[in-house]
């Protein structure tokens, strides 16, 4: 069983289109993540979201927007892509923040 | 800001061993050296942590100084798929808001 599984894999939509990507874990941990990945490689986090408490990378967009129905899921949202938006996301989870993270396979978003 | 420092990329000849250093000179003294690798079009995956001493998995070994401000991912006999980005992070254990940061991490190349 995978335990962290994102959806879709690849995602090719148009600009100002809205979508989201969803996440889930079956690891039992209290912590997840979104992370996105640029055509540079660097690895950035954009949310992590523990016990019910959102923190927000203050550099991402507010048309970016998590939501989390319960623990095992993390679902991000993102309103009137953008051609820059283009990159790979990666949801991640842990047993309260700062332990070993298990990240997912990734979803590839291309905006045109 | 990542609060690590790395090469941007190493090579290594197959079954030999690779070392892959890293700096973290301003470490608090609660916070554990973690190492995670990634493979092309793979999410990241954790190789092995530690906080003081030296540790041993059935994937490497990682070697702290004494005075905890550097470390060395020890790969001991490399691969062809041990081809891949590692990157070396610090981090608290916390059930509050630390958030893990990554840096750009050191691209190795495992040749023939």
């Known amino acids: 069983d995978t335990a962290v599984s994102q959806t879709p894999k690849y995602l090719v939509t148009q600009m100002g289109n809205d979508k989201s990507i969803k996440c889930e874990q079956n690891?039992?941990?209290?912590?997840m993540y979104w992370y996105k990945q640029d055509s540079k490689k660097f690895l950035k986090i954009m949310f992590s979201?523990?016990?019910?408490?959102?923190?927000i990378n203050e550099t991402v967009p507010n048309r970016f927007s998590p939501k989390s129905p319960d623990k095992a899921h993390l679902n991000l949202h993102i309103n009137s892509l953008e051609l820059g938006d283009s990159a790979v996301y990666f949801c991640?989870?842990?047993?309260?923040?700062?332990?070993?993270?298990?990240f997912g396979e990734g979803s590839w978003l291309t905006v045109v | 800001d990542a609060k690590t420092t790395q090469p941007p990329s190493m090579d290594c000849a197959e079954g030999r061993a690779a070392n892959l250093p890293c700096n973290h000179s301003?470490?608090?003294?609660?916070?554990?050296v973690y190492w995670y690798r990634q493979i092309h079009s793979q999410g990241p995956q954790y190789i092995i942590h530690?906080?003081?001493n030296n540790e041993t998995n059935e994937m490497a070994s990682l070697i702290i100084t004494e005075d905890r401000k550097s470390s060395t991912l020890i790969l001991p006999h490399a691969t062809l798929r041990d081809t891949a980005v590692y990157y070396c992070?610090?981090?608290?254990?916390?059930?509050?808001?630390?958030?893990?940061?990554f840096g750009r991490g050191t691209s190795l190349i495992v040749h023939p």
């Open positions: 530690g906080l003081k």
């Open positions: 301003t470490i608090s003294g609660n916070e554990y």
């Open positions: 992070i610090v981090s608290f254990p916390s059930g509050g808001s630390y958030i893990p940061t």
């Open positions: 979201y523990n016990n019910k408490e959102l923190i």
């Open positions: 690891l039992g941990h209290d912590t």
């Open positions: 991640a989870s842990s047993q309260s923040s700062g332990n070993t993270i298990y």
